[in-house]
């Protein structure tokens, strides 16, 4: 839906403060990757799963990590496997606006109907994802993206 990110705008900056405050906090990793997660779901309407997926650049895989929302079978993905996969290989972020007229897909719920991926980088390397879906259509605007890839920047050093 067009205007599903209106309703978080002006949020995004309070949400970057927070997530922050989450990463340089007295949590483990694992436990702030989690306390981000929870964040961002409960805190954005169209953010229904948000989960990260570490890399493994030794064997070209992703490996499920903290995540909010329903479980997935998609616990281990290939490099240049769904959107996931793209993504790492092709290291750049990858909005999808409408899953179904995507052919290198892995659907995790048929309530899915868009999705985003951002890479996590650190000194040029891929080593984990900041992966959201949506059940809202187009939910992603380019707001989404720069708030995401500002978050994935905060998180570059937990992992
Ligand atoms: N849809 C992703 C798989 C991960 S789930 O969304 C949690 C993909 O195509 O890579």
Redesign the pocket.
């Given at each position: 839906m067009e205007n599903a990110h209106k309703k978080t705008r002006g949020g995004f900056g309070n949400l970057l403060a927070e997530t922050g405050r989450i990463a340089a906090g007295s949590l483990d990793n694992s436990g702030k990757l989690q306390s981000i997660c929870d964040l961002l779901r409960k805190s954005v309407p169209h953010y229904d799963?948000v989960?990260f997926y570490v890399a493994d650049a030794a064997t070209k895989t992703l490996r499920l990590g903290p995540f909010s929302g329903a479980p997935?079978e998609?616990t281990r993905?290939a490099f240049g496997?769904?959107?996931?996969?793209q993504a790492a290989e092709k290291k750049e972020t990858f909005l999808v606006r409408d899953v179904s007229k995507e052919s290198n897909?892995?659907?995790?719920s048929i309530h899915?109907k868009s999705?985003i991926?951002v890479p996590v980088m650190r000194d040029g390397e891929v080593v984990a994802e900041l992966?959201v879906?949506s059940h809202t259509p187009d939910a992603f605007s380019e707001e989404d993206r720069a708030f995401l890839e500002q978050v994935a920047g905060i998180v570059s050093s937990l992992f």
């Open positions: 799963w989960g997935t998609h993905i496997q769904g959107i996931c996969g897909y892995l659907s995790c899915v999705e991926v992966d879906d």
